[in-house]
């Protein structure tokens, strides 16, 4: 099997991601990649490929068999980043493919945890489904928190280009501590928060699933409120000098 090139791997890469994805997820989709690639699968049929396995992994809660279902889980997540690998390698990124990929994953992730709650509610666990609904739902808000800001960042900070970044940084001699941090985990492709919300995901489905315990879907609630919550905190606060001008 032959090995995909750097240059063009770091093409079919997004710019970057998680420390799980980067460092255990992408690794091994690469010495595959070549082979995806002749096959001729196209972006969007990967897609609806990994919509299937939402509906087999709800299947499987549905059925009692969580411990299959939370294993399974952790295909859905290798599969949902193979189809944005193909379409920025092969620059056929679209409108519709990135609608049809959000669209079949939050419809799929929704079925999964009405399953995922119903299975836990069935081995002992109180409000398992509201639980378990009540996770999605967070979820998704999460994901809307996430997408706002990003399109109001550029608005509000006009002037961070990354040549203006990298210019910033020659000037100034003292990097701070967070600062200094994200230039390293940005040279390494990572974000600088190292996790985001398909970490949370794993912890609520795959190990909710696997030990048959609630106790990790709540655990992954926690933790997506906590981490949300702070890194609003953190991009309102550096911005905050702008919304008392808009103000006055």
Request: with cysteine.
């Amino acid at each position: 099997m032959s090995r995909i090139k750097d240059e063009d791997w770091r093409r079919a890469c997004k710019k970057h991601d998680t420390l799980y994805t980067v460092c255990v997820i992408d690794p091994v989709i690469r010495i595959f990649f070549p082979a995806i690639l002749k096959s001729g699968v196209t972006p969007n049929q990967v897609t609806l490929l990994n919509f299937f396995n939402c509906m087999i992994i709800s299947a499987l809660f549905l059925s009692g068999h969580g411990m299959i279902a939370g294993f399974w889980f952790i295909s859905w997540y290798w599969i949902d980043c193979i189809d944005g690998k193909i379409a920025r390698y092969r620059e056929q990124a679209s409108y519709f493919g990135s609608w049809l990929d959000q669209t079949t994953d939050h419809i799929g992730m929704g079925f999964i945890f009405l399953a995922e709650g119903y299975y836990l509610q069935s081995q002992g666990a109180d409000y398992g489904v509201l639980i378990g609904l009540g996770f999605y739902s967070l979820w998704l808000l999460t994901l809307t928190n996430d997408l706002h800001l990003n399109r109001i960042r550029p608005i509000l900070d006009p002037g961070s280009s990354d040549s203006k970044s990298s210019q910033n940084k020659e000037e100034n001699k003292e990097e701070s501590f967070f600062a200094r941090w994200k230039r390293i985990t940005g040279e390494r492709r990572i974000i600088a928060t190292l996790v985001h919300d398909v970490e949370n995901l794993h912890v609520a489905v795959a190990l909710g699933g696997i030990f048959a315990e609630i106790r990790f879907v709540l655990l992954a609630t926690a933790i997506m409120v906590l981490q949300k919550s702070v890194s609003s905190m953190i991009f309102w606060k550096k911005r905050w000098h702008l919304v008392t001008q808009n103000a006055n």
